[in-house]
Structures are given as C-alpha cells and as structure tokens.
C-alpha cells in the first residue's frame, strides 16, 4: 500500500510559476512509476507528466511539454513537478499518482493504469 499526499499548489500569476511535490510513504518506492494529473471543473481528469521507477525515462501531456518538468528524488520518496510560464488553462486540482512497474522505464498515461491517488492540491493561475 502506498500513500501519497501533495502539497504546494496555490495562487500564481500568469507566467508565474510553482513546484508541487508529492510525498510517498510505504515500501519499495522505486518499485512505482509516478505520473501528475489533473481536473478542471467540468472537464475529464488529464494526463500532466509520468517518470519511470528510477527517474530515467519521464513524458508530457502536449499541452505542458516545454513548460512543466517532472522528477523523483528516492532518497526522499518524493515526485516533484516543476511548472512554469504557467497560463490561466492551467488552473486545476492536480493529482499525483502511483502505479506498479516491472519495467525500469515505463510510466503509464491512461487514469485507469494508477493504482494510488493522493487526495489533490489546488493550481489557480490567474490572468
């Protein structure tokens, strides 16, 4: 069993920018692909960014590549997610999530492929 719990979402400007982190606790964190996602209201839960167990292979949604940077530190059991020249479509509950990898570098993209959730830590981007 895992839990995770996300903190450091907030108010930001346009073009301003945040880190999310997301906090892990139970065994064998790298044995865990992680990924972000996100919902506005009325609007599906979207894909933001997965990484591999390790770190080595990492993915983007199209509408933040080049904005946002995903990473995990292992030594601390934490997945960060840099996002800059945030934009007011931005604004969203984000979600961090974990799933069960036999694969060094795979990461998946569909909800449905995570097993655990964090509870969510609200973005508003404001114009």
């Known amino acids: 069993q895992v839990q995770l719990v996300e903190s450091g979402g907030g108010l930001v400007q346009a073009g301003g920018s945040l880190r999310l982190s997301c906090a892990a606790s139970g065994p064998s964190f790298s044995m865990y692909a992680m990924g972000w996602f996100r919902q506005a209201p009325g609007k599906e839960r979207e894909f933001v960014a997965g990484?591999?167990?390790?770190?080595?292979?990492?993915g983007y949604g199209d509408s933040v590549k080049g904005r946002f940077t995903i990473s995990r530190d292992s030594a601390k059991n934490t997945v960060y997610l840099q996002m800059n020249s945030l934009r007011p479509e931005d604004t969203a509950e984000y979600y961090c999530a974990a799933h069960r990898s036999f694969s060094s570098g795979h990461y998946a993209i569909l909800r449905s492929q995570y097993d655990y959730w964090g509870q969510g830590t609200q973005v508003t981007v404001s114009s």
């Open positions: 990484v591999s167990r390790y770190g080595g292979n990492t």
